[in-house]
């Protein structure tokens, strides 16, 4: 049997021992509990600062006042997250990227700025919480700022006025080219810009006008229209006769006969052109295909710049005739007016044709011009500076020009 004194003892263990279990257990049970309850983790009041959530911090010296606990400058103040720990707070610094995640009822964090010093230099922190809150950079913003003043391009075929002091401008235009085939190719074969204006119905006019066009010169259509008198302007001419849809087939026939021409100007037409019912159509067509119109002026009652002016369309008008007169002396004193023309009105239109003595004195007179302060250019660039300008009268009388 167990004496008294034994029982004692072993109860004593007993307790001892059951004590040491139950505290094991108990301790067990809460650090489980700890564990999976995990840390207080801040509400967004208490990321921004809010003073009804924080925790009262210890007393402790005094010292400069510290942002709230638990604010981001807090955090920022005490040092991330060991700042975090130190006042009763848990904060987790985000990388940058995360922080475009941010709820879109968080507060924007307005900037830091201190008086009497610069404000400090922008955290890597606050750029991304900057950004987060729609936050544009300087230099996006420059890119997309307005003030480049949006301007119109410049009108099509428009030159501006001949500025003061500029040289005179002299067009040389040679029509009826490409029937007399061997001078037509002499005078393409001239070394200087002429504006050469081909007959549709010209013998390989195509090719013609191709290899004139590569020597450097600008090329025109010359359209047979009706003279006055019985001279033949020849095949598909456009007359007064014709009712509106022959008129029309004629024109198309002649504006195809060829490509690579800048504009129009009439051959013959001293009756046609005096004709508005019928100029009129003719003028429309050619400022549809966005060409120029050069009268000719065979006749001074021509309609050609009031039709033209009606239509809006690029126009000008011959000034001077070279060799309706074709002795040499003649033509030379024609030449002459055409600079006087050129030196009165800042430039001159004048139109010859390829013959012998025409060419002859081109090629003695064009190398002087430069010498003499003329410029000499292809006709379009005259039309395009007369198209804002006042009509330029011409030299020589209607009755000099021929039908």
Do not use: C
Request: hydrophobic content about 45%; charged content about 15%; aromatic content about 4%.
């Amino acid at each position: 049997m167990v004496s008294k004194s034994g029982k004692e003892k072993g109860l004593r263990r007993f307790r001892h021992w059951h004590g040491a279990i139950i505290a094991l257990i108990v301790g067990a049970a809460l650090g489980a509990a700890a564990a999976l309850i995990g840390p207080h983790q801040p509400e967004p009041a208490d990321m921004a600062g809010s003073s009804a959530s924080q925790p009262q911090a210890a007393a402790a010296p005094e010292a400069d006042p510290a942002p709230p606990s638990g604010s981001v400058a807090g955090m920022m103040a005490s040092g991330g997250e060991e700042g975090a720990e130190a006042t009763g707070a848990t904060f987790v610094v985000p990388e940058a990227p995360q922080m475009s995640a941010l709820p879109a009822s968080a507060p924007p964090v307005a900037p830091v700025t201190t008086t009497g010093t610069a404000a400090p230099a922008p955290t890597a922190l606050a750029s991304a919480q900057a950004e987060a809150n729609g936050a544009a950079e300087p230099e996006m913003e420059e890119k997309l700022a307005p003030g480049l003043a949006v301007t119109e391009p410049p009108a099509a075929n428009h030159l501006p006025p001949l500025p003061p002091g500029a040289h005179p401008r002299i067009a040389v235009i040679i029509d009826d080219m490409g029937v007399d085939y061997k001078r037509s190719q002499l005078m393409a074969a001239l070394h200087w810009p002429l504006t050469l204006s081909y007959l549709p119905y010209a013998t390989r006019v195509s090719d013609q006008t191709r290899s004139a066009a590569a020597n450097g010169h600008e090329i025109m259509l010359h359209l047979p229209t009706q003279p006055l008198g019985p001279a033949n302007p020849g095949p598909n001419a456009l007359t007064v006769s014709l009712s509106p849809q022959v008129l029309h087939e004629k024109l198309l026939a002649n504006l195809d006969a060829f490509s690579g021409y800048v504009g129009v100007n009439n051959h013959m037409g001293s009756r046609f052109t005096a004709d508005s019912a019928h100029m009129a159509p003719v003028l429309e067509e050619v400022a549809r295909r966005g060409l120029f119109f050069i009268d000719s002026k065979t006749i001074g009652n021509s309609v050609g710049r009031k039709v033209a002016e009606r239509i809006g369309m690029m126009f000008a008008e011959r000034d001077v005739f070279i060799d309706d007169d074709m002795s040499p002396a003649k033509v030379e004193g024609q030449l002459a007016i055409i600079e006087r023309v050129a030196r009165k009105y800042g430039s001159a239109i004048a139109i010859g044709h390829p013959h012998d003595v025409t060419r002859e004195a081109l090629e003695a007179w064009l190398p002087t011009l430069k010498g003499k302060g003329f410029e000499l250019v292809p006709a379009s660039v005259i039309v395009q500076m007369r198209s804002h300008q006042p009509a330029q009268l011409s030299e020589v009388s209607a009755k000099q020009r021929g039908g």
